[in-house]
């Protein structure tokens, strides 16, 4: 179990202490898919345990492809190149609401190119290294030529997939999980 909680949270949690991390956690998964938990082909709810990161405004602004790391996207924000509905924010872990909007300007997405022939949209460039994050999960709303993008929900799981991005799979998720409520270690 332990190694399952250090392997997830080296993955979801970028440079987050274990302290911030345990403020955060909550062990009241959303349970909107519960009644298909236990049928074959449907990945265990505890994959979802690190669903309240995704509301942050640094892991948005990275899942819009908007930064190619984390860290790019912390800077971005801290050096108030995005804008949350519409005003300049300066907070990465800021927890956002369902229907905001987060802006970026656009001469600081890296990723955006303006093409050869002179028109006013933008290309989308990404870096070679980015292909094993190359998905837009289905709970954000991504407008590369406004460079904006719509926080529209919380991620859930379906039959066969989750739309919490990991490398990992659901039951090892679920081992973390575990962890944490085996320890006592819950948001009181």
Known sequence: MWKAKRDTRGYHNAEITERQWLRMFDDQLPTLNMKFNNRPGHPNT???????????VDFIVFRSHFASSIWMARHMIAHGKVRLNGKRFRYPSHQVKDGDVISVEPDAVATLKKPANGSPTLDFAPFPYQQPWMFLPEYLEVNYNTCSTVFLRDPVTKPNVTELPSPYPPNFHALAYKFYIRRGRTRK
């Open 46 to 56: 505890a994959s979802l345990m690190y669903a309240c990161m995704e509301r942050r």
